[in-house]
């Protein structure tokens, strides 16, 4: 992959890993999924990205909370409990004799069609799962060297058309917003809601810190990030001052510092957005320090020493 924040270091084993679908296990070359399945055919289900670190699965129940919600809120009924869908997780890690540096995508769709038709009444059977294991490390790189943002024209949706808090397999809405940030050569856009306020990036929750206060957005149309979440934890537990707020891009322009978080990297300095340079362009102080306490908050919950 090219720079940006998914960014990884590559690693030869994922020729190799092994897939669950449906109950059961296939090598990664043999992993298929039916052209009649709704989340080919209509995006039509919800995800998960989750880390595995020595072993555990982090911040499994938020992810699990998150998945279960969204598949709810699009009436998709998971005919697993939390504890039932952990177990199938866990055998997917043990088929692959994984231990950490793992990023697991937990896939689920709304299943088979007879038919290429949006109506769920063109399903004939049960949700499809999907479980997708990789070894992948994020390239600190991009944590300590930051990434470039451009607005886009692409805003995000309401509750009303494609809720943007369920984290759906249907991504257009931020895949339009990627393409124009590519075409703008930078490494990912930075997306306003309805109203001409900064709400989130097409992939990552977006910060902003002014005179020491870290600042977010509202988060009325943003997808709820669990790490977007712990950030804002760590900010009440360390006595950071932290609001969420509707701020513009005129405001963006004038901040001290940046960044922007996710499962996958964490925290990731924001040094240029439309080319206004944030800051001194380079890596802030306090986006420094929330990297360092967010990556030691992984490391006290999940050390082999539990």
């Keep these: 992959m090219e720079n940006n924040t998914h960014s990884y270091i590559q690693d030869e084993r994922n020729k190799n890993i092994k897939i669950y679908i449906n109950g059961e296990i296939y090598n990664r070359s043999t992993a298929k999924i039916s052209v009649f399945d709704s989340g080919f055919l209509l995006g039509d289900g919800v995800w998960e990205g989750i880390r595995l670190h020595n072993g555990k699965l982090c911040f499994l129940n938020e992810h699990l909370t998150r998945l279960y919600d969204g598949a709810k809120q699009i009436h998709i009924d998971i005919p697993y409990s939390k504890e039932e869908l952990t177990n199938i997780i866990d055998k997917v890690i043990k088929e692959n004799q994984m231990s950490s540096g793992v990023h697991m995508r937990i896939i689920i769709s709304r299943g088979e069609k007879f038919t290429p038709y949006q109506h769920p009444s063109a399903n004939v059977g049960p949700i499809s799962l999907v479980i997708i294991p990789e070894y992948k490390i994020a390239n600190e790189k991009i944590n300590t060297n930051g990434i470039k943002l451009a607005s886009v024209d692409t805003i995000r949706g309401t509750g009303s058309n494609q809720d943007p808090k369920i984290n759906s397999l249907s991504k257009f809405?931020?895949?339009?917003?990627?393409?124009?940030?590519?075409?703008?050569?930078?490494?990912?856009?930075?997306?306003?809601?309805?109203?001409?306020?900064?709400?989130?990036?097409?992939?990552?929750?977006?910060?902003?810190?002014?005179?020491?206060?870290?600042?977010?957005?509202?988060?009325?149309?943003?997808?709820?990030?669990?790490?977007?979440?712990?950030?804002?934890?760590?900010?009440?537990?360390?006595?950071?001052?932290?609001?969420?707020?509707?701020?513009?891009?005129?405001?963006?322009?004038?901040?001290?510092?940046?960044?922007?978080?996710?499962?996958?990297?964490?925290?990731?300095?924001?040094?240029?957005?439309d080319n206004h340079l944030i800051g001194s362009g380079t890596r802030g102080p306090l986006t420094k320090k929330l990297f360092n306490l967010y990556k030691n908050k992984i490391t006290k919950l999940y050390s082999n020493n539990e």
């Design 173 to 273: 809405n931020c895949i339009a917003a990627c393409l124009e940030a590519i075409d703008k050569n930078v490494d990912e856009g930075l997306m306003l809601d309805i109203d001409g306020y900064v709400s989130t990036c097409n992939s990552t929750n977006f910060f902003i810190v002014k005179n020491d206060e870290v600042i977010t957005s509202k988060g009325n149309y943003c997808l709820n990030g669990v790490t977007r979440m712990k950030i804002i934890e760590i900010c009440k537990e360390k006595n950071i001052n932290l609001v969420e707020k509707n701020f513009r891009l005129e405001n963006v322009y004038e901040a001290d510092e940046a960044f922007v978080t996710g499962t996958f990297a964490g925290v990731i300095p924001v040094i240029d957005v």
